[in-house]
């Protein structure tokens, strides 16, 4: 039953990822006075397959001088983690607890660093290294602050299995006592996925689409797959942590909803940052937010116990 339901989500999880590239293009269309998609099927309904199609069907090229196994796996290697993550999602019926979920989950974003790590070395270009190499200081840095973030919250549960998240979120979210932490959380998960204002991976002003600008038909498609999913799972981890998980009600998944387009709105309304001030947030911001948090929740413990 448990392969069942995983393989049943994964479907689900690939039809959703063509709808939210949907959703974002309209919406990027809307903030910036234009018509998003809108010919392609019935309010343009159809675009996203019709880009998929495009994508698998054109030639696959590939650079003379790459190291081609590396080059031609990376992508699969990154779909994959991103499909192992969805492990994670909580289920009830047949019940399959997850007790390490969240080191599961850390340990499967920290192995995310290798995919474009290694995509952009083996593609030997000057501009997908650049993009290999400014992805993972920036991700290696945001995992610490994030981590540190999760270890407040997981105080509180005294557990690492998402699904208690939702049993102690019965009265009260723990959005309301820990609002900043929210913040930093969700910032840290846009600097996690790569998406702007942190996408220095993939700079298109001055890296020509960064890591995988040596990438085309299929391998594209897989990167462009990875980065759509983890941002779906980002925002289901977000509401499970701070908008009480109530699987049974529809309303988890218009919270779903919301973050993923608070993270579109993001992309259409700040501009970029600067490096080393991503770098400085992080470090000079974050780190001593968070820390700050984790000795107040573990004394109130201590307190309490």
């Keep these: 039953m448990f392969v069942i339901s995983f393989l049943l989500l994964l479907v689900c999880i690939l039809i959703s990822v063509a709808f939210v590239t949907l959703l974002e293009r309209s919406v990027l269309g809307y903030i910036q006075i234009r018509k998003g998609p809108n010919k392609v099927g019935f309010m343009g309904l159809l675009q996203p397959f019709s880009d998929g199609l495009k994508l698998f069907f054109k030639e696959q090229t590939y650079p003379y001088f790459s190291n081609f196994i590396i080059y031609y796996f990376s992508p699969v290697f990154m779909l994959f983690l991103s499909f192992l993550l969805w492990v994670l999602f909580p289920f009830l019926l047949n019940v399959y607890n997850f007790n390490m979920g969240v080191l ?64 102690y979120q019965h009265y009260i979210w723990f959005l309301f006592f820990s609002f900043p932490l929210f913040l930093c959380f969700f910032s840290s998960c846009l600097a996690e996925t790569n998406r702007s204002p942190f996408d220095f991976a993939e700079g298109e002003s001055e890296l020509v689409s960064g890591f995988n600008v040596e990438y085309s038909s299929g391998g594209f498609a897989f990167i462009f797959l990875s980065e759509y999913m983890n941002i779906i799972f980002m925002s289901m981890l977000c509401t499970i942590i701070f908008f009480g998980c109530n699987l049974n009600s529809i309303f988890f998944y218009i919270k779903i909803v919301f973050l993923v387009f608070m993270f579109i709105w993001v992309r259409g309304t700040l501009p970029r940052y600067r490096y080393d001030k991503l770098m400085y947030l992080t470090w000079k911001g974050f780190l001593p937010l968070s820390l700050s948090y984790l000795l107040f929740y573990g004394s109130m413990l201590m307190l309490i116990l």
Excluded at 125 to 149: C, D, F, H, K
């Design 104 to 167: 599961f989950f850390l340990c499967c974003t920290g192995m995310g660093v290798y995919g474009v790590l290694l995509s952009g070395w083996s593609s030997n270009s000057n501009y997908a290294l650049l993009g290999g190499l400014r992805s993972v200081a920036q991700t290696i840095s945001y995992e610490v602050s994030m981590a540190l973030l999760l270890i407040c919250l997981l105080l509180m549960v005294a557990s690492f299995n998402l699904i208690n998240f939702m049993k």
